[in-house]
């Protein structure tokens, strides 16, 4: 049980949130190719290091927000509102 | 008692309070105070148990928690620890891993075939021929170790948890343990304390009158501190990321066990140093004991452990030992120094010691053999925080490497020194705890949204200047120049790890795996050091070289029931489920929901429907309100379909598909006001639906000005279903016209229900039937559901279930998603075809959709009947080629229809198959394959929806 | 119907320990108004606390900053229509009666710290959470809305869950009050046996 | 060590190590490297609950994860080791009406396959699972299983030492301690020559260059961090996957038992511990130091099922990395880059394919063309193709 400095609640427990996964950014639907959709949807950097990723505190602020963890250590610095 | 001493002056047993229990069906006594081992041994009892593989007899050998030779049953429950659990009156105490019997005991023939047993012993046996290995896995199953489950009885739910956040948390209440928690809760930390046994003290409890006078002094002293609390007979089983803590609390009034979760700022390590047997051939015989069991045992509980005594000292404790032992009228034999190179070669007896063969020749009588050979420091709790221990050849035991910030070590963990040293640096590290864990509460506290900003000032970050303690030198014992137990527990022996290394299994790792040692009860705290001596021997390597297997949670077994606690498992219930039960319902688990099955007779609710008007509470259909000039634009966002052109008072059906275009959810949303919508979904879906709408306008588009609220639970929803559902509402509605011209199929009103205002009134048709959707502040639900029952008896109105709606929305061919559909499922499948828009902006899975509709390949959705309609075809029966097995399709639902008098079914077809009228093969679960036809329209009863229409 | 006769998902109670180091109460009843304004609206100035804080009004009724740009009022049962009159609507703002939507109970008294600690992972001491905090965070596997109101100088919490939920976070309340000397009435066991 | 070899397969786990001795038993090359940053089995292959079972939902992880078990039947004879596989019969049980549509729709294509999979009811169930608690009025009552008598479970370390030493027999070279710092590609179109269309050469490691026309990703845990060194991106995320044991118990529990609905899945070794699983841990993370939460979880749900053993302890817990893929099916045959091919995102369920997949990977390596039964698990299903339909069932599948 981690904690996630959620920028509004302050501290809490990993488990009052969900992880939403790193930040992917989405091409535009009505032009992108199938392929690059695909990427999108699919393919992750998943590296073992600093990783930014969306939060959403679920059982308190009920905000997205991202926040930079490292995937190797669970160390998390940085925290910006979304 | 026959060997009770007489009173002992540090004795914790209440010679006041016999207790009476037995011990394999034998009547015994013990005091009050005793542990369960003491007051059996006092009685006389030298062997306890079998041990797990050559059933050899083992008794005593470390008196404490750690004893794996103290495995006992006491009634119901297995595997009690003898040597730490306190005696009750009327235990009922058995020994395990014995059949027939403690003396006569048929397994300890392996002992005889002991060389086959040797490690990696089962891969190489009972492999030809290979159809005989079941069979001798059946015997082997017999002869599992530990103690027996009592079915009868369960104690799952009794438990409790609890969480704690203090400053500082301190696991192990020792001099330095002790010393630590005074200096930080001096320095205005709230400190928890947290002990293992049952009295704070650590080894100055069995110590001497100083010893044991400082022990009562610093105990006393933490009870009474107001920031400190003390839980004594619990222990720290694991440290996790972020330093949050389990604790697990024996012995607590209200509850078996107890789970105390702790965030703590700092964790101060005072687990203090467990002894370490001695490696020689029959070290595992009864009588051999270590120095701190012949102490505990005469000095905590007054129990003689021998009368001749050989004793191998290399510390402090084992000269102790003699003293406390002559002291206790036990004959020393000899006393071999192994600072001076004297030591044990061997001891010889089956029930008990009998020879001693020393190193210098000689062989002595004698029924005890003590040995003080040194210590294993429990770095386990270090290890967890991401230390590597390293091992020390000079002080003969492992000392922490590199610790973080948040995790402190004091005590013998952190070196050696008199009672006064060890309180002084457990002070010292009291105070740099309670310094970093102010500063990280004064963060929290700044941090957190509900809490004011902190009315104290953050102190100064203060450096680490505590004063290391020595490392004082030891002897490297480990084995004698024979080979004996290494792992008691797991019936290892060093000669098994030697002959593990030469078959390559070399590094401490992969000999860990191949010959279990160290994976026993103990989790390595006896055997650890002791195989990799042997394993450093064995590649003649150092033993820095070696290295040690990583400790893993938790640091002392804990029960399943500890770790579950309380059954804490939620149920939704809508504002009419007593109601329901009441009424004679079958309970339905869906999801988190309990719902009404049925009351009764499902068929015949279905039937009411379509003949008379029927009431179901559908209120677990996610419902969120919401509100926005920007609402159509995210309805456009996440809907296939279109929404800016809905007319305020009409609602459309609505279908999602997921990024992957595969089909998500779906529902009716409709148009109360120009800014004000309600959504439906799912009930499943609804949460995360919740979730991805915000998502959407949070990340995507703040811009857009949208208010999403749940709204599930405040609405209770009422479909009223058939006919004269119109006139039974007319009869209670105000402020609504109900005329079909007025409030017309697929268009929504708010209004006045048996007098509760603020109703929502869909006029939908899931079941196929004239109805109306109500949904009715949950508050006042009851009456509303009570009124329309009573005002509808003469339009024959009754409620009716999940069942008769299945059946109902089966007959009109509604499909559901997750049901009829699946994990794979795209728009097309689910015939989704009219209601998609490919040509807006955005919408989610876009470019899926449209690779979709560019296909012909994909599983089409159809309407199916059998052409025996008397048959019910399986939910997931296969439709398959003929008589060929290639599969071709599966039915997704199926009923027997009481409208139609025949079955009807959903199912997904190979697109060559979905063209009405083609002739299909169902394959039924008891093997026939039965012929079906494909339908032309999903619905198998008014296709054109004329009666809902009306 | 009247407005105020509203059928509560917990209709039990209230339960009182021995020593009254705990009390538990429904209440179900209370109003309970929702507003969503940006923080440059009027409603934002008018309603006057920042998210995890909250004051009474002169009305007497509780105004709490629930979220970040999200507002709840408490007051007596009844005033809905009245406390919703109050919220200034200019700009994008939503004013919306929850009442019905919101199970809620008040755990009071000395030992009330204690009980709810049993099954709330939250640092409830009174420097992390002083009278006046409002906050959510999950109660017995329920996700809650919290307010710390003392009442007379005693530890008071007011606690709200989604309406379905109601009856299993009472119960599980209850339950974790036991050990602190509460009964419990038959059927409202966390357990039955 | 030698500076080339025909085929490098980076990782020295169950998947390697079959690999490389396939490649020598069936397709006679052997001039092979197998090389691992620690120790053989010390990654998944040794932190698995060793389940086999072949009862997957479609018909391609039917055919692939059948011929897997087939392997295992044969394996203590082949190769000389009691990897004492005790088949004992596998139950899934159903606590919903929806779980158990899914368990029918699993045994019908079983069935049709050929494989020994049927539904039976909770009474059933009782029989082959006596400790189990089949009151209905539950939170999670017992309405029926999906029971396939060939599953079982096998001693996963048994399995690695048996390869290892079947490939070392052959002079396959296994390289512990051993690690790959990068793979070598020219001619790609990404950055440094790597990526689609480029050509492996060969690898650098920890103790110098090997050169190599082929070389195998067959890690887990690490597969993007070292797909990434071919240029080739990977659809995975790195879970960790928990399991624990507990102290022994005289033996009670004689088959394998999975509840999808509560995340768990539980087997009694002979020596009389109950072995547990869950599912992987929601945070994608590199760590494997474990969390209380899986612990308490797991205990809640395993007493749900077996209230009567809440007084057993659970002993020690421990953690592996899964690579999930979106499909919950594996990444497997040739890339975009020449020479490198991928054996990775064996998500919770590597330990079961490993004999299969060694096979078909050998195949795949010897014939240069996807085999057969590998032919849904090709990367190129992630960019233009449809995924496979195994997530229903596999969600906890084990």
Same mark, same amino acid.
């Given at each position: 049980?981690?904690?996630?400095?959620?920028?509004?609640?302050?501290?809490?427990?990993?488990?009052?949130?969900?992880?939403?996964?790193?930040?992917?950014?989405?091409?535009?639907?009505?032009?992108?190719?199938?392929?690059?959709?695909?990427?999108?949807?699919?393919?992750?950097?998943?590296?073992? /290091?600093?990783?930014?990723?969306?939060?959403?505190?679920? /059982? /308190?602020?009920?905000?997205?927000?991202?926040?930079?963890?490292?995937?190797?250590?669970?160390?998390?610095? /940085?925290?910006?509102?979304? | 008692?026959?060997?009770?001493?007489?009173?002992?002056?540090?004795?914790?047993?209440?010679?006041?309070?016999?207790?009476?229990?037995?011990?394999?069906?034998?009547?015994?006594?013990?005091?009050?105070?005793?542990?369960?081992?003491?007051?059996?041994?006092?009685?006389?009892?030298?062997?306890?148990?079998?041990?797990?593989?050559?059933?050899?007899?083992?008794?005593?050998?470390?008196?404490?928690?750690?004893?794996?030779?103290?495995?006992?049953?006491?009634?119901?429950?297995?595997?009690?620890?003898?040597?730490?659990?306190?005696?009750?009156?009327?235990?009922?105490?058995?020994?395990?891993?014995?059949?027939?019997?403690?003396?006569?005991?048929?397994?300890?023939?392996?002992?005889?075939?002991?060389?086959?047993?040797?490690?990696?012993?089962?891969?190489?046996?009972?492999?030809?021929?290979?159809?005989?290995?079941?069979?001798?896995?059946?015997?082997?199953?017999?002869?599992?170790?530990?103690?027996?489950?009592?079915?009868?009885?369960?104690?799952?739910?009794?438990?409790?948890?609890?969480?704690?956040?203090?400053?500082?948390?301190?696991?192990?209440?020792?001099?330095?343990?002790?010393?630590?928690?005074?200096?930080?809760?001096?320095?205005?930390?709230?400190?928890?304390?947290?002990?293992?046994?049952?009295?704070?003290?650590? !080894?100055?409890?069995?110590?001497?009158?100083?010893?044991?006078? =400082?022990?009562?002094?610093?105990?006393?002293?933490?009870?009474?501190?107001?920031?400190?609390?003390?839980?004594?007979?619990?222990?720290?089983?694991?440290?996790?990321?972020?330093?949050?803590?389990?604790?697990?609390?024996?012995?607590?009034?209200?509850?078996?066990?107890?789970?105390?979760?702790?965030?703590?700022?700092?964790?101060?390590?005072?687990?203090?140093?467990?002894?370490?047997?001695?490696?020689?051939?029959?070290?595992?015989?009864?009588?051999?004991?270590?120095?701190?069991?012949?102490?505990?045992?005469?000095?905590?509980?007054?129990?003689?452990?021998? *009368?001749?005594? %050989?004793?191998?000292?290399?510390?402090?404790?084992?000269?102790?030992?003699?003293?406390?032992?002559?002291?206790?009228?036990?004959?020393?034999?000899?006393?071999?120094?192994?600072?001076?190179?004297?030591?044990?070669?061997?001891?010889?007896?089956?029930?008990?010691?009998?020879?001693?063969?020393?190193?210098?020749?000689?062989?002595?009588?004698?029924?005890?053999?003590?040995?003080?050979?040194?210590?294993?420091?429990?770095?386990?709790?270090?290890?967890?925080?991401?230390?590597?221990?390293?091992?020390?050849?000079?002080?003969?035991?492992?000392?922490?490497?590199?610790?973080?910030?948040?995790?402190?070590?004091?005590?013998?963990?952190?070196?050696?020194?008199?009672?006064?040293?060890?309180?002084?640096?457990?002070?010292?590290?009291?105070?740099?705890?309670?310094?970093?864990?102010?500063?990280?509460?004064?963060?929290?506290?700044?941090?957190?949204?509900?809490?004011?900003?902190?009315?104290?000032?953050?102190?100064?970050?203060?450096?680490?200047?505590?004063?290391?303690?020595?490392?004082?030198?030891?002897?490297?014992?480990?084995?004698?120049?024979?080979?004996?137990?290494?792992?008691?527990?797991?019936?290892?022996?060093?000669?098994?790890?030697?002959?593990?290394?030469?078959?390559?299994?070399?590094?401490?790792?992969?000999?860990?795996?191949?010959?279990? %040692?160290?994976?026993?009860?103990?989790?390595?705290?006896?055997?650890?050091?002791?195989?990799?001596?042997?394993?450093?021997?064995?590649?003649?390597?150092?033993?820095?070289?070696?290295?040690?297997?990583?400790?893993?949670?938790?640091?002392?077994?804990?029960?399943?029931?500890?770790?579950?606690?309380?059954?804490?498992?939620?149920?939704?219930?809508?504002?009419?489920?007593?109601?329901?039960?009441?009424?004679?319902?079958?309970?339905?688990?869906?999801?988190?929901?309990?719902?009404?099955?049925?009351?009764?007779?499902?068929?015949?609710?279905?039937?009411?429907?379509?003949?008379?008007?029927?009431?179901?509470?559908?209120?677990?259909?996610?419902?969120?309100?919401?509100?926005?000039?920007?609402?159509?634009?995210?309805?456009?966002?996440?809907?296939?379909? =279109?929404?800016?052109?809905?007319?305020?008072?009409?609602?459309?059906?609505?279908?999602?598909?997921?990024?992957?275009?595969?089909?998500?959810?779906?529902?009716?949303?409709?148009?109360?006001?120009?800014?004000?919508?309600?959504?439906?979904?799912?009930?499943?879906?609804?949460?995360?639906?919740?979730?991805?709408?915000?998502?959407?306008?949070?990340?995507?588009?703040?811009?857009?000005?949208?208010?999403?609220?749940?709204?599930?639970?405040?609405?209770?929803?009422?479909?009223?279903?058939?006919?004269?559902?119109?006139?039974?509402?007319?009869?209670? *509605?105000?402020?609504?016209?109900?005329?079909?011209?007025?409030?017309?199929?697929?268009?929504?009103?708010?209004?006045?229900?048996?007098?509760?205002?603020?109703?929502?009134?869909?006029?939908?048709?899931?079941?196929?039937?004239?109805?109306?959707?109500?949904?009715?502040?949950?508050?006042?639900?009851?009456?509303?559901?009570?009124?329309?029952?009573?005002?509808?008896?003469?339009?024959?109105?009754?409620?009716?279930?999940?069942?008769?709606?299945?059946?109902?929305?089966?007959?009109?061919? !509604?499909?559901?998603?997750?049901?009829? *559909?699946?994990?794979?499922?795209?728009?097309?499948?689910?015939?989704?075809?009219?209601?998609?828009?490919?040509?807006?902006?955005? *919408?989610?899975?876009?470019?899926?959709?449209?690779?979709?509709?560019?296909?012909?390949?994909?599983?089409?959705?159809?309407?199916?009947?059998?052409?025996?309609?008397?048959?019910?075809?399986?939910?997931?029966?296969?439709?398959?080629?003929?008589?060929?097995?290639?599969?071709?399709?599966?039915?997704?639902?199926?009923?027997?229809?009481?409208?139609?008098?025949?079955?009807?079914?959903?199912?997904?077809?190979?697109?060559?198959?979905?063209?009405?009228?083609?002739?299909?093969? %169902?394959?039924?679960?008891?093997?026939?394959?039965?012929?079906?036809?494909?339908?032309?329209?999903?619905?198998?009863?008014?296709?054109?929806?004329?009666?809902?229409?009306? | 119907?009247?407005?105020?006769?509203?059928?509560?998902?917990?209709?039990?109670?209230?339960?009182?320990?021995?020593?009254?180091?705990?009390?538990?109460?429904?209440?179900?009843?209370?109003?309970?108004?929702?507003?969503?304004?940006?923080?440059?609206?009027?409603?934002?100035?008018?309603?006057?606390?920042?998210?995890?804080?909250?004051?009474?009004?002169?009305?007497?009724?509780?105004?709490?900053?629930?979220?970040?740009?999200?507002?709840?009022?408490?007051?007596?049962?009844?005033?809905?229509?009245?406390?919703?009159?109050?919220?200034?609507?200019?700009?994008?703002?939503?004013?919306?009666?929850?009442?019905?939507?919101?199970?809620?109970?008040?755990?009071?008294?000395?030992?009330?710290?204690?009980?709810?600690?049993?099954?709330?992972?939250?640092?409830?001491?009174?420097?992390?959470?002083?009278?006046?905090?409002?906050?959510?965070?999950?109660?017995?596997?329920?996700?809650?809305?919290?307010?710390?109101?003392?009442?007379?100088?005693?530890?008071?919490?007011?606690?709200?869950?989604?309406?379905?939920?109601?009856?299993?976070?009472?119960?599980?309340?209850?339950?974790?009050?036991?050990?602190?000397?509460?009964?419990?009435?038959?059927?409202?066991?966390?357990?039955?046996? | 060590?030698?500076?080339? #070899?025909?085929?490098?397969?980076?990782?020295?786990?169950?998947?390697?190590?079959?690999?490389?001795?396939?490649?020598?038993?069936?397709?006679?090359?052997?001039?092979?490297?197998?090389?691992?940053?620690? #120790?053989?089995?010390?990654?998944?292959?040794?932190?698995?609950?060793?389940?086999?079972?072949?009862?997957?939902?479609?018909?391609?992880?039917?055919?692939?994860?059948?011929?897997?078990?087939?392997? #295992?039947?044969?394996?203590?004879?082949?190769?000389?080791?009691?990897?004492?596989?005790?088949?004992?019969?596998?139950?899934?049980?159903?606590?919903?009406?929806?779980?158990?549509?899914?368990?029918?729709?699993?045994?019908?294509?079983?069935?049709?396959?050929?494989?020994?999979?049927?539904?039976?009811?909770?009474?059933?169930?009782?029989?082959?699972?006596?400790?189990?608690?089949?009151?209905?009025?539950?939170?999670?009552?017992?309405?029926?299983?999906?029971?396939?008598?060939?599953?079982?479970?096998?001693?996963?370390?048994?399995?690695?030492?048996?390869?290892?030493?079947?490939?070392?027999?052959?002079?396959?070279?296994?390289?512990?301690?051993?690690?790959?710092?990068?793979?070598?590609?020219?001619?790609?179109?990404?950055?440094?020559?790597?990526?689609?269309?480029?050509?492996?050469?060969?690898?650098?490691?920890?103790?110098?260059?090997?050169?190599?026309?082929?070389?195998?990703?067959?890690?887990?845990?690490?597969?993007?961090?070292?797909?990434?060194?071919?240029?080739?991106?990977?659809?995975?995320?790195?879970?960790?996957?928990?399991?624990?044991?507990?102290?022994?118990?005289?033996?009670?529990?004689?088959?394998?038992?999975?509840?999808?609905?509560?995340?768990?899945?539980?087997?009694?070794?002979?020596?009389?511990?109950?072995?547990?699983?869950?599912?992987?841990?929601?945070?994608?993370?590199?760590?494997?130091?474990?969390?209380?939460?899986?612990?308490?979880?797991?205990?809640?749900?395993?007493?749900?099922?077996?209230?009567?053993?809440?007084?057993?302890?659970?002993?020690?817990?421990?953690?592996?990395?899964?690579?999930?893929?979106?499909?919950?099916?594996?990444?497997?045959?040739?890339?975009?880059?020449?020479?490198?091919?991928?054996?990775?995102?064996?998500?919770?369920?590597?330990?079961?394919?490993?004999?299969?997949?060694?096979?078909?990977?050998?195949?795949?390596?010897?014939?240069?063309?996807?085999?057969?039964?590998?032919?849904?698990?090709?990367?190129?299903?992630?960019?233009?193709?449809?995924?496979?339909?195994?997530?229903?069932?596999?969600?906890?599948?084990?």
């Amino acid at each position: 049980m981690i904690i996630v400095p959620c920028p509004n609640c302050g501290p809490r427990n990993s488990g009052d949130l969900r992880p939403a996964g790193e930040v992917i950014s989405r091409p535009d639907p009505a032009t992108c190719s199938l392929s690059e959709w695909r990427e999108y949807l699919y393919m992750r950097p998943n590296p073992a /290091g600093w990783v930014t990723e969306t939060w959403y505190c679920r /059982g /308190g602020c009920r905000r997205y927000f991202t926040i930079e963890r490292n995937t190797a250590t669970n160390e998390i610095r /940085g925290q910006e509102a979304s | 008692m026959t060997n009770r001493l007489p009173a002992q002056p540090g004795e914790v047993i209440d010679r006041s309070t016999s207790l009476s229990f037995t011990w394999n069906g034998k009547q015994m006594t013990g005091y009050e105070g005793d542990t369960i081992a003491s007051a059996i041994a006092a009685n006389g009892v030298d062997v306890f148990g079998r041990s797990m593989k050559y059933h050899r007899r083992r008794g005593i050998l470390t008196a404490d928690h750690w004893d794996p030779n103290l495995f006992l049953q006491v009634g119901d429950e297995p595997n009690v620890r003898a040597g730490s659990r306190k005696l009750q009156a009327g235990m009922v105490v058995s020994t395990q891993n014995v059949w027939p019997s403690l003396k006569f005991d048929l397994a300890a023939s392996n002992q005889l075939v002991g060389r086959f047993l040797s490690s990696g012993f089962y891969y190489k046996t009972f492999m030809r021929p290979q159809f005989l290995w079941p069979l001798y896995q059946k015997i082997l199953r017999k002869f599992a170790p530990g103690g027996e489950i009592h079915w009868e009885t369960s104690t799952h739910g009794a438990y409790d948890k609890r969480y704690v956040h203090p400053d500082v948390l301190v696991a192990g209440g020792g001099p330095a343990g002790m010393g630590a928690a005074l200096a930080a809760a001096d320095a205005g930390a709230s400190v928890l304390l947290v002990e293992h046994y049952t009295e704070l003290g650590g !080894h100055l409890r069995w110590g001497d009158d100083a010893q044991r006078a =400082k022990a009562a002094e610093l105990a006393a002293a933490c009870e009474a501190h107001a920031n400190i609390e003390v839980l004594v007979d619990s222990t720290v089983t694991g440290r996790y990321d972020h330093n949050w803590i389990a604790v697990n609390q024996r012995s607590h009034a209200t509850a078996p066990e107890r789970l105390v979760k702790a965030r703590a700022g700092v964790m101060v390590v005072a687990a203090g140093l467990i002894e370490r047997p001695y490696v020689f051939a029959g070290n595992d015989t009864p009588g051999v004991i270590l120095a701190g069991a012949a102490r505990r045992l005469i000095n905590l509980f007054s129990v003689k452990p021998g *009368t001749k005594a %050989v004793v191998m000292t290399a510390n402090e404790e084992g000269d102790g030992a003699v003293a406390d032992l002559e002291r206790a009228g036990v004959e020393i034999v000899a006393v071999l120094d192994a600072r001076k190179g004297e030591s044990i070669v061997a001891v010889e007896g089956r029930g008990r010691v009998s020879k001693v063969q020393v190193n210098d020749g000689r062989m002595l009588s004698a029924d005890t053999v003590v040995t003080a050979t040194g210590w294993t420091a429990p770095t386990s709790l270090l290890n967890m925080g991401g230390d590597r221990p390293v091992y020390d050849p000079v002080a003969a035991r492992y000392f922490s490497n590199s610790l973080p910030s948040n995790i402190l070590a004091t005590g013998g963990i952190a070196g050696d020194g008199s009672t006064a040293e060890l309180e002084a640096h457990g002070r010292a590290t009291g105070e740099l705890a309670a310094n970093r864990s102010l500063r990280r509460r004064h963060d929290r506290v700044s941090q957190t949204a509900r809490s004011g900003a902190p009315t104290w000032a953050k102190p100064e970050e203060v450096a680490d200047s505590r004063t290391p303690l020595a490392r004082n030198p030891h002897p490297e014992c480990y084995r004698s120049t024979t080979h004996g137990m290494v792992d008691f527990s797991e019936d290892v022996s060093s000669k098994d790890l030697v002959q593990a290394s030469k078959e390559g299994f070399d590094s401490i790792e992969l000999m860990k795996r191949y010959t279990t %040692v160290t994976m026993g009860p103990s989790q390595g705290k006896l055997e650890t050091v002791n195989a990799a001596s042997v394993l450093a021997e064995a590649n003649g390597v150092e033993m820095a070289d070696i290295g040690t297997t990583v400790w893993r949670p938790p640091y002392s077994p804990i029960s399943l029931g500890a770790l579950a606690g309380r059954i804490l498992e939620p149920v939704r219930r809508s504002a009419l489920q007593d109601w329901h039960e009441a009424h004679g319902s079958t309970p339905l688990l869906a999801g988190q929901w309990v719902r009404p099955d049925q009351y009764g007779d499902a068929m015949a609710e279905a039937a009411n429907v379509r003949a008379n008007v029927g009431l179901i509470d559908v209120t677990p259909l996610g419902k969120l309100d919401l509100r926005g000039a920007d609402v159509p634009k995210l309805l456009e966002l996440v809907y296939v379909n =279109k929404w800016q052109k809905l007319d305020v008072g009409r609602v459309r059906y609505g279908a999602m598909v997921a990024e992957d275009g595969v089909v998500s959810d779906d529902g009716v949303t409709g148009r109360l006001g120009e800014d004000h919508w309600l959504m439906t979904t799912t009930s499943s879906g609804a949460g995360a639906i919740w979730e991805m709408l915000e998502d959407w306008l949070q990340t995507a588009h703040p811009e857009w000005d949208v208010h999403v609220t749940a709204v599930t639970g405040g609405l209770t929803s009422i479909n009223v279903a058939g006919p004269n559902s119109r006139t039974l509402l007319e009869r209670l *509605t105000e402020g609504v016209d109900l005329s079909a011209d007025a409030f017309p199929y697929f268009s929504v009103r708010t209004g006045k229900v048996a007098g509760v205002s603020d109703c929502i009134i869909w006029r939908i048709g899931f079941t196929g039937e004239l109805s109306y959707e109500v949904h009715v502040p949950s508050g006042h639900a009851l009456h509303v559901w009570e009124t329309l029952l009573e005002t509808g008896v003469d339009l024959g109105c009754a409620p009716f279930g999940v069942e008769a709606q299945r059946i109902l929305r089966l007959e009109k061919g !509604h499909y559901i998603v997750g049901q009829d *559909t699946d994990g794979l499922s795209k728009a097309p499948t689910a015939g989704l075809g009219g209601l998609v828009k490919l040509d807006k902006p955005d *919408t989610l899975g876009l470019p899926e959709l449209k690779h979709a509709y560019g296909r012909d390949d994909l599983p089409i959705l159809v309407g199916i009947q059998t052409v025996d309609g008397s048959i019910v075809p399986e939910e997931a029966a296969q439709i398959v080629d003929g008589d060929q097995n290639t599969i071709l399709g599966r039915i997704t639902s199926s009923r027997m229809s009481p409208t139609l008098g025949r079955s009807i079914c959903l199912g997904q077809v190979d697109p060559s198959l979905s063209a009405a009228g083609t002739e299909i093969t %169902v394959l039924m679960a008891d093997g026939r394959r039965i012929k079906a036809l494909v339908q032309e329209h999903h619905a198998h009863f008014d296709h054109e929806g004329a009666r809902q229409r009306v | 119907m009247s407005e105020t006769t509203m059928h509560s998902p917990v209709d039990v109670g209230p339960l009182t320990s021995p020593d009254g180091g705990v009390t538990l109460a429904d209440a179900y009843a209370t109003t309970k108004i929702q507003v969503r304004a940006g923080a440059a609206t009027a409603a934002a100035a008018a309603l006057g606390v920042s998210y995890g804080r909250s004051r009474r009004n002169a009305d007497g009724d509780l105004v709490c900053g629930t979220r970040p740009d999200e507002w709840t009022i408490y007051g007596d049962p009844g005033r809905s229509g009245a406390i919703s009159a109050t919220v200034p609507t200019e700009g994008f703002v939503t004013v919306i009666d929850i009442t019905h939507g919101r199970a809620m109970l008040r755990i009071s008294g000395a030992n009330a710290t204690s009980a709810l600690s049993k099954i709330c992972n939250l640092d409830l001491s009174d420097e992390l959470t002083p009278n006046g905090a409002v906050f959510s965070g999950s109660l017995g596997a329920v996700g809650c809305d919290w307010v710390r109101d003392d009442q007379g100088g005693q530890t008071s919490f007011l606690i709200s869950c989604e309406r379905s939920f109601g009856k299993f976070l009472f119960i599980a309340v209850a339950d974790a009050c036991t050990e602190f000397g509460l009964s419990i009435p038959a059927g409202w066991e966390l357990h039955p046996h | 060590m030698r500076s080339s #070899y025909d085929v490098v397969i980076i990782g020295g786990g169950l998947h390697g190590l079959a690999t490389a001795y396939y490649l020598a038993e069936n397709h006679g090359i052997t001039n092979v490297a197998v090389v691992d940053k620690g #120790y053989i089995g010390g990654g998944g292959s040794g932190r698995n609950t060793a389940i086999v079972r072949s009862n997957y939902l479609t018909p391609e992880g039917v055919a692939f994860y059948d011929r897997s078990l087939d392997l #295992y039947n044969t394996m203590s004879t082949d190769l000389n080791l009691n990897v004492m596989f005790s088949k004992r019969g596998h139950l899934t049980l159903a606590h919903t009406d929806s779980a158990l549509r899914t368990m029918h729709w699993r045994a019908e294509v079983n069935k049709l396959q050929g494989i020994d999979s049927s539904v039976i009811d909770a009474q059933e169930v009782k029989k082959q699972a006596p400790s189990l608690d089949i009151s209905q009025d539950t939170r999670y009552p017992i309405l029926g299983a999906l029971h396939h008598p060939p599953g079982g479970i096998v001693r996963h370390d048994a399995v690695v030492w048996g390869y290892a030493r079947g490939a070392d027999v052959h002079d396959i070279h296994i390289l512990q301690e051993t690690e790959v710092l990068d793979i070598v590609v020219e001619g790609g179109s990404g950055p440094g020559g790597k990526g689609a269309g480029g050509k492996v050469t060969g690898v650098k490691t920890s103790r110098g260059d090997i050169s190599a026309p082929i070389v195998v990703n067959c890690t887990a845990g690490w597969a993007s961090l070292i797909s990434n060194m071919a240029g080739v991106p990977l659809p995975i995320t790195t879970h960790p996957l928990q399991a624990a044991v507990t102290e022994p118990c005289k033996v009670f529990l004689p088959t394998v038992v999975v509840s999808g609905s509560l995340h768990v899945y539980v087997s009694q070794t002979d020596r009389g511990e109950l072995v547990f699983g869950a599912s992987v841990d929601p945070v994608g993370t590199y760590r494997v130091n474990g969390t209380l939460e899986f612990t308490e979880e797991l205990a809640g749900h395993v007493l749900e099922l077996m209230p009567g053993i809440s007084k057993m302890r659970l002993l020690r817990q421990w953690s592996g990395l899964c690579d999930m893929t979106p499909d919950y099916s594996p990444v497997m045959g040739n890339t975009p880059v020449e020479g490198y091919l991928v054996d990775v995102g064996w998500g919770t369920y590597g330990f079961k394919a490993g004999p299969v997949a060694g096979e078909t990977m050998a195949e795949t390596i010897a014939t240069g063309r996807n085999a057969d039964l590998i032919a849904s698990f090709g990367i190129e299903r992630f960019t233009e193709g449809d995924l496979v339909g195994e997530k229903g069932a596999a969600a906890v599948g084990h």
